[in-house]
């Protein structure tokens, strides 16, 4: 059973558009949701986290919306570059137990120049 | 500061072989995760470990067991190989936070 679940499985933007990337998540003892980048061959980098006490957080170009009523959260690109090729994770964890992360399937972002 | 490391890069084994994977945390982060990633999929939990002491435990059959030593490094131990084995194994170090950091992984092929 797929705790995170995530979508699209594929996304092509052109440069300097939005990404958008959305997740869904159903056991409400969730209270941490990071979003990791990774490259072929290399290993999850985390990207920015949010905590379910702010509804929006913004590093740079990437923004996470948090919806707790709706148990949504999405993932905003803006600009985006060829270099953000990549797969995005989304992913959720409780502070309660063992923090493991549970992870969405993953958005594989391709920005066309 | 150096990140997470992990050991070796590559690994080829055969079905029915045992595999040791080792991994180092970053500098003053006491916990360590181990994450399975088949390709084309999200990485699964395995294990976390906090202080050597066994946090959690993923769903994944008992052949997958664990340790961390007294310098918060950990191995990751697989027996009795499968062809399914074959993935990225990943380790995460995080302090008393919820962040996880990611090394570079494990590649691991079974034939």
């Known amino acids: 059973q797929q705790q995170v679940k995530q979508s699209p499985q594929s996304l092509i933007v052109q440069k300097g558009g939005i990404s958008i990337i959305n997740c869904a998540y159903e056991?409400?003892?969730?209270?941490?949701f990071p979003w990791y980048q990774q490259f072929p061959g290399k290993g999850p980098a985390l990207l920015i986290a949010?905590?379910?006490?702010?509804s929006e957080k913004k590093e740079g170009r990437f923004t996470i919306s948090f919806n707790k009523s709706a148990k949504q959260f999405s993932l905003h690109i803006m600009d985006s570059q060829p270099g953000d090729s990549a797969t995005y994770f989304c992913?959720?964890?409780?502070?309660?137990?063992?923090?493991?992360?549970?992870f969405g399937t993953g958005t594989r972002l391709t920005v066309i120049p | 500061d150096a990140g997470v490391t992990q050991s070796p890069t590559h690994l080829i084994k055969t079905r029915g072989q045992h595999v040791t994977l080792r991994c180092s945390p970053i500098?003053?982060?006491?916990?360590v995760s181990w994450y399975q990633q088949v390709l084309g999929q999200g990485p699964q939990f395995i294990f976390q470990?906090?202080?050597?002491?066994?946090?959690g435990r993923g769903n994944f059959p008992d052949r997958f067991s664990a340790r961390q030593f007294p310098n918060y490094s950990s191995e990751l131990n697989v027996n009795a190989l499968l062809l399914g084995d074959s993935a990225l194994y990943l380790c995460?170090?995080?302090?008393?936070?919820?962040?996880?950091?990611f090394g570079p992984g494990t590649r691991l092929t079974v034939l």
């Open positions: 995460a170090s995080s302090s008393r936070t919820d962040t996880q950091y």
């Open positions: 056991n409400t003892a969730f209270d941490y």
């Open positions: 949010i905590r379910p006490d702010v």
């Open positions: 992913a959720a964890s409780a502070r309660a137990g063992a923090n493991n992360l549970f």
């Open positions: 500098s003053g982060h006491k916990s």
């Open positions: 470990y906090y202080e050597k002491e066994e946090r």
